[in-house]
Nanobody
């Protein structure tokens, strides 16, 4: 069992930065790939970034590549999403998720635990 709690959302101006955190409880955190997804109003949930169990491998959606960075600290059971050069189209609820496997991935169905989400709003 893994419980996930996101934090760090809020209102930010376009061009600004924000760091999201996802605190995990449960002893299997370090054995799982982790991912960030987002969902804007009226749209489907979409993949943002993922990271392998060790942090050695990461993968990003094209829309955030070069602007967002995913990282993790297994000693703190926490995964992060550093978001720079934010755009109004980044406005969404951001969700942290734990993958069934150690490598993560972009498929929503490969994740079996989800946080409650944190709202990020980027003003123009």
């Amino acid at each position: 069992q893994v419980q996930l709690v996101e934090s760090g959302g809020g209102l930010v101006q376009a061009g600004g930065s924000r760091r999201l955190s996802c605190a995990a409880s449960g002893r299997t955190f370090s054995n799982r790939g982790m991912g960030w997804f987002r969902q804007a109003p009226g749209k489907e949930r979409e993949f943002v970034a993922c990271i392998s169990w060790s942090g050695g491998s990461t993968y990003y959606a094209d829309s955030v590549k070069g602007r967002f960075t995913i990282s993790r600290d297994n000693s703190k059971n926490t995964v992060y999403l550093q978001m720079n050069s934010l755009k109004p189209e980044d406005t969404a609820v951001y969700y942290c998720a734990a993958n069934r496997a150690i490598f993560g991935g972009s498929e929503i169905t490969s994740y079996d635990y989800w946080g409650q989400g944190t709202q990020v709003t980027v003003s123009s």
